[in-house]
Nanobody, 125 residues
């Protein structure tokens, strides 16, 4: 499985960005998909997941501002980010794990099997 993110960039606070993650590879089954981010000097953290546990999950820090979605036919994962804040500045990664693996939001990132290369999001005040 290969994952490739795109859509990052620099925006001012209050702005919006839409990230995409294209999944390719031999296995065409469904996957638990998640967005992680890592700011300088901080640990990588999950903040949105879909098809991992019973429901789509968001971290409190992004709830109401970010929306995770997917297109199963195209095997794409998306992240709509609105009302961006300077503290959202980070490298953003999409990651995949077996479908229904469970709630990965509080798990170590090693629970995910596949990772993209990341796309940088910078929010200026």
């Amino acid at each position: 499985v290969q994952l490739v993110e795109s859509g990052g960039g620099s925006v001012q606070a209050g702005g919006s960005l839409r990230l995409s993650c294209v999944r390719s590879g031999y296995n065409t089954g469904r996957y638990c998909m998640s967005w992680f981010r890592q700011a300088p000097g901080k640990e990588r953290e999950a903040f949105a997941s879909i098809d991992c546990g019973d429901t789509t999950r968001y971290a409190d820090s992004v709830k109401g501002r970010f929306t995770i979605s997917k297109d199963d036919a195209k095997k794409n994962l998306y992240l709509e980010m609105n009302s961006l804040k300077p503290e959202d500045t980070a490298m953003y990664y999409c990651a995949a794990a077996p479908y229904g693996v469970g709630d990965i939001m509080s798990e170590h990132p090693d629970v995910m099997n596949y990772w993209g290369q990341g796309t940088q999001v910078t929010v200026s005040s």
